[in-house]
């Protein structure tokens, strides 16, 4: 394909103030053959205003509004459903891409056709201000098994989350389950397809204190037990048992007493110390770093846990 169309799909709800640089940059990419999705689970703040005036004076762009909120998991899952491309990827409401970003993640993905995602690294910003760097996954193995593992295993952020894959991957990784994880359980199922690559040369900036920075909010942005929120870990090693050991179809191909033996051993994984003690401690040093004076605190958290081989990522 000498110019491929790749599909950009945003989910919304309710940031209208932020949308607009998500929009802007999308639109302003390199790599020119695109089409923008915008998923609005029924905005009550000017999203679909700006969304509408957007379609109108970009044919790229296409608006889709949902008629009550049915909560993001659905929102994504429309998204999936809605593109058109021969690749695509997900670009959160509040964050951003560099103007390369589509061209150089597709020049990587075309150039090495072993790879089935490629994502560029992650910038973490609050308030304008550059904290940190997300974690450059390569997940290069031969083995899907391998691949699968150590993504499990090192995953503390989610980049692979928004890289760009062929729609086909993406659709064999879907539906997002609406669980604690639900990013983790996707981005395991694209790296069963094949290897996973970081680019340095452009990058997404993703701003802190998201929804997933904090378990309480994400448990009850999607609707879940409050409880699962204390132990998020087991939730989801929980999850990957489910997943990769029966419910997701991209791993289908595995024989079964493998794909058993994959099923706990990633269950397991996901347990690790490493991720719990980062999940467990990052959202308060996250949310002091959003203030001047708790800047070098944040920063310095961030040095410790680098250097103990723990929490090397930013949540979004």
Not at 181 to 194: I, K, M, P, S
Not at 254 to 279: C, F, N, Q, T, Y
């Amino acid at each position: 394909m000498a110019d491929p169309t790749v599909s950009v799909g945003i989910p919304t709800f309710n940031r209208a103030g932020k949308l607009a640089r998500a929009v802007e940059s999308v639109l302003a990419q390199s790599h020119r053959n695109l089409e923008l999705v915008i998923s609005d689970n029924a905005s009550a703040d000017g999203t679909r205003q700006l969304c509408e005036a957007y379609a109108r004076a970009d044919g790229r762009v296409r608006y889709l509004r949902a008629p009550f909120n049915r909560g993001p998991t659905a929102n994504f899952n429309t998204l999936f459903g809605q593109f058109t491309g021969d690749y695509a990827m997900l670009l959160s409401d509040d964050d951003w891409l560099d103007p390369r970003y589509v061209e150089e993640c597709l020049a990587e993905l075309l150039r090495r056709p072993e790879l089935v995602l490629v994502c560029g690294r992650a910038s973490y910003l609050s308030d304008g201000e550059v904290l940190g760097r997300g974690v450059p996954m390569q997940l290069l193995e031969d083995s899907p098994r391998a691949r699968v593992l150590r993504y499990l295993r090192e995953v503390d952020e989610n980049g692979v989350f928004y890289g760009l894959m062929a729609r086909e991957v993406l659709l064999r990784a879907a539906p997002l389950r609406n669980v604690i994880g639900n990013d983790w359980l996707l981005a395991a199922a694209v790296a069963v397809q094949g290897k996973v690559a970081t680019i340095e040369t452009a990058a997404i900036n993703r701003e802190l204190g998201g929804t997933s920075s904090d378990f309480r909010r994400l448990a009850a942005t999607l609707g879940l037990p409050r409880w699962q929120a204390w132990v998020p870990h087991l939730v989801i090693a929980w999850q990957v048992l489910r997943d990769v050991g029966g419910r997701a179809e991209a791993f289908g191909e595995l024989p079964a007493a493998e794909r058993a033996r994959l099923a706990g051993a990633g269950a397991w994984a996901v347990i690790s110390w490493r991720s719990l003690a980062w999940h467990m401690t990052m959202p308060a040093f996250a949310a002091a770093g959003r203030h001047r004076l708790g800047r070098p605190l944040w920063l310095a958290y961030g040095r410790l846990t680098r250097s103990l081989g723990a929490g090397r990522g930013r949540p979004g």
